[in-house]
């Protein structure tokens, strides 16, 4: 049974890990951060929030308006599509035609600068925008009327070169869009919070993202990610190496999931999972170690199910419904309490995913597959014919070893 005490001791470091990230997320959504939190001294500067678009998303025209509500001096909105016979289009058009007081502007272009999709649509959009600070926004999220004002508090600070939020899963109605909330309320909140507060490392969520148009020139502007799977993520990293700072704002945005399919669920997290392969090497093993629900329920698969094995499991899977169920109120998330009995079965399913990155590094992104490099750095992927399957293999091995 030496293997049993191994992950036992695994699962004993894992949950202290957890622990870890509860305080982190606490920390960062206590009423005592949100009364210390910075104050704006000059007049509020003009925004240009950058919306890319593309395909109807759960609750897309009550998460564009909550944008044009916004209770600020001066803005602009932006909606970016490729094509006008997107759906998304209607969507953007009901939005301009309802808020004729708002700067609103759509603009259609086939941009096809890079390989990735969302900076390809991102590119007309930044090329259109009027002011010099910059808001990029998806989708699928939805804030509330004092958003814009308070992120802004920041860049008071010009040693501030971006400001992203925390985000919050809200809204399943579906097993893939509570799967899909459950895991951001727990490990993407907790994980973000958690590099932020105790190891000072920038991880940015494309979700929102504010910052200068001269310190993005500065890194090499959008066409420097434009062939990056992880844009969001490696501009914050370039403007910290570039000397200056990253702020995890403690204001909450929601990212809204009601109908999620469970394929949904799968192919995003299978895709984060290949680009922090690629981007943190060995340590994504971290991720591994800190599934406190998987790693304890290993034994059960090599001794067979035992008084020990399962309670174990058991004990584990109960510490974590809590702690999710913490982390969900602390957050105020909109999910059932019954909902959170799902948590291990979650975690389950995430632990069998994590080894698919380490033997597949391809993605299929917006209907097109991509190999991912070093850094994330994306390139073509032959996805039909009879040497498909051979390419992947040769480019992947090239990619591991660039």
Not at 63 to 71: A, G, K, P, T, V
Not at 131 to 158: A, F, Q, R
Not at 170 to 183: D, K, M, P, Q, S
């Amino acid at each position: 049974m030496e293997m049993f005490w191994i992950f036992a001791g695994i699962t004993i470091i894992g949950l202290t890990g957890y622990v870890f990230q509860i305080v982190a997320v606490h920390s960062h959504t206590s009423s005592k951060s949100s009364r210390e939190g910075p104050t704006f001294t000059g007049p509020f500067p003009h925004v240009s929030i950058l919306k890319p678009l593309k395909g109807i998303d759960d609750n897309l025209f009550d998460n564009l308006e909550s944008f044009c509500m916004q209770d600020y001096p001066e803005f602009e909105i932006i909606f970016s599509l490729r094509d006008r016979n997107d759906p998304a289009y209607k969507v953007a058009r009901k939005i301009k035609d309802k808020h004729t007081d708002r700067n609103i502007t759509i603009i259609i272009e086939r941009c096809n600068d890079g390989l990735n999709p969302k900076v390809n649509n991102l590119i007309p959009a930044y090329k259109a925008s009027k002011y010099e600070y910059i808001l990029i926004s998806d989708s699928n999220v939805s804030v509330g009327k004092d958003y814009l004002k308070e992120i802004v508090k920041h860049m008071d600070d010009p040693a501030v070169g971006l400001v992203s939020s925390v985000i919050r899963g809200v809204g399943g109605r579906t097993a893939g869009a509570i799967f899909e909330n459950l895991h951001l309320n727990s490990f993407v909140i907790g994980s973000v919070c958690f590099l932020d507060k105790f190891l000072k490392m920038p991880c940015v969520v494309g979700k929102s993202m504010l910052m200068r148009k001269s310190d993005l020139e500065a890194i090499g502007g959008f066409k420097a990610v434009k062939d990056l799977l992880a844009e969001d993520y490696i501009i914050g990293k370039r403007m910290k190496d570039m000397g200056r700072r990253v702020v995890l704002s403690d204001y909450t945005i929601n990212t809204v999931n009601k109908y999620w399919g469970m394929k949904n669920f799968l192919n995003r997290h299978i895709r984060w999972g290949k680009l922090r392969w690629r981007i943190g090497g060995i340590q994504y093993l971290s991720e591994l170690v800190t599934n406190t629900v998987f790693m304890s329920s290993v034994p059960v698969f090599i001794y067979g199910p035992s008084r020990m094995t399962v309670s174990l499991t058991l004990f584990t899977s109960s510490l974590k419904i809590m702690g999710d169920l913490y982390l969900g109120r602390r957050i105020k998330a909109d999910i059932s309490p019954l909902f959170y009995m799902l948590s291990p079965v979650k975690d389950m399913v995430v632990g069998f995913m994590w080894f698919v990155p380490l033997l597949s590094n391809t993605v299929v992104w917006r209907g097109n597959r991509y190999i991912i490099g070093k850094a994330s750095r994306l390139s073509p992927c032959t996805d039909n014919g009879r040497w498909a399957w051979r390419y992947r293999i040769v480019a992947g091995i090239r990619a591991r070893f660039a």
